[in-house]
């Protein structure tokens, strides 16, 4: 079977069901393939997968082999995706972030309720990671991109410029009218570390009112939903990435009612004058951030999974760690980069032991160094 189904196929029958499940169907590097793991490694079963290209990537539904009638129900679960995407780019004059981006340093612009929340809760992560996650960085993002493709790096004076219409300060939201302001022209909000999230949290939503509780979400390879269990498991065997060889996989954790999102700036970066510049900024000083090779976070929601993956990576190990225990439900997986050979020694912050399986080939530990 092909790794991955057309959805206009599902739907329109030419795919038939012994194309649509599939023993141990391999999702890039989500779902831990059937067979491939250790004895001591979990692996995937059979799965029921429908894809469909949104947000300039590919979100999927998993599930696991049963009704044909589910095929619909993830189909209006990607429907919702899409939904999302034109409301929240920034690439469309017509999207009503646009519009917000548009208007809200003239006058508060009233938002649909569960935007308003979702920059709410941004305002929340934002303050809890110091500035760390921020919805207002997009200016600071396209100096950046700009110097990169003019072969130079922004001097202190353009990023200076930037940081002053750069903070969540800069935005206030009324709960009375459900209105967003700015206070200085300029100020543009983007949900570039945050949307991906987001969306697999309302496609969940979608998925459980169909009356389904167990199923696995994929948004661009980078960002991960499980609920339910899958082949046995308490949940869904998903893989972790090796930050170095994008080919291989480090290990799996087994997801439990839970999201995971892995930041990092290993492949996208440019270098100038023999320095490595990466694609993840730090908007409380306007410089890219290096130290780890990536971070992945879990928590109980993709929302706040996906924010806390770019925000720990700006934040380093320690300032992670200290989230990490002021926030039992929040754990994280940060990659250092190795200092003696090709193997990495992972810093693991509030996942336990048993959800963890990896391979010690790629794995340097005490034992080992």
């Known amino acids: 079977m092909p790794e991955k189904s057309d959805r206009r196929g599902f739907l329109s029958g030419k795919l038939v069901k ?15 393939d059937a067979g491939e793991g250790s004895a001591a490694s979990p692996s995937g079963g059979d799965t029921v997968r429908l894809t469909q290209r949104t947000m300039a990537c590919d979100f999927s539904v ?3 082999p049963g009704p044909m009638d589910r095929v619909m129900m993830a189909s209006d679960a990607l429907d919702s995706v899409k939904e999302l995407e034109d409301q929240l780019t920034v690439y469309s004059p017509e999207s009503e972030v646009s519009r917000i981006n548009a208007s809200a ?36 993002i396209a100096l950046w991109r700009r110097c990169r493709d003019a072969s130079r790096i922004p001097t202190d004076s353009e990023i200076a410029n930037c940081l002053k219409i750069v903070g969540m300060n800069h935005v206030a939201l009324s709960s009375t009218d459900m ?8 100020v543009e909000i983007n949900f570039g570390a945050i949307g991906k999230g987001y969306a697999l949290d309302r496609s969940a939503e ?8 167990a199923f696995l979400l994929h948004g661009g390879h980078s960002s991960i939903l499980a ?31 839970q999201a995971m999102s892995t930041s ?28 780890v090779l990536s971070v992945t976070a879990i928590a109980n929601d993709a929302t706040t999974a996906d924010a806390l993956s770019t925000a720990f990576y700006v934040m380093g190990v320690d300032a992670a760690t200290e989230f990490c225990g002021q926030h039992p439900d929040v754990g994280a997986i940060l990659v250092p980069q190795p200092r003696q050979d090709r ?8 996942v336990p032991a048993e959800q963890l399986f990896w391979d010690s080939e790629q794995i340097l530990n005490d034992e080992s160094s």
């Open 343 to 350: 193997r990495v020694r992972p810093i693991i912050i509030g």
């Open 62 to 64: 998993i599930m696991n």
């Open 18 to 32: 012994q194309n649509i499940q599939a023993a141990g169907e391999k999702l890039a590097d989500a779902i831990v």
């Open 105 to 140: 340093a003239a006058e508060p612009v009233t938002v649909e309720d569960s935007l308003f929340e979702l920059i709410r809760r941004s305002q929340e992560l934002s303050e809890s990671t110091y500035g760390a996650f921020d919805l207002t960085a997009g200016p600071l």
């Open 227 to 257: 609920l339910g269990s899958h082949a046995g498991l308490e949940g869904w065997p998903v893989g972790i990435g090796n930050p170095l060889f994008t080919d291989k996989r480090l290990g799996t954790i087994v997801l439990k009612n």
């Open 264 to 291: 990092g700036s290993n492949i996208q970066y440019f270098r100038h004058q023999g320095k490595r510049y990466g694609h993840i900024l730090d908007p409380r000083h306007g410089c890219p951030v290096d130290g």
């Open 179 to 186: 209105s967003i302001s700015f206070d200085t022209p300029g």
């Open 206 to 213: 979608r998925l459980r009112d169909h009356g389904l509780d």
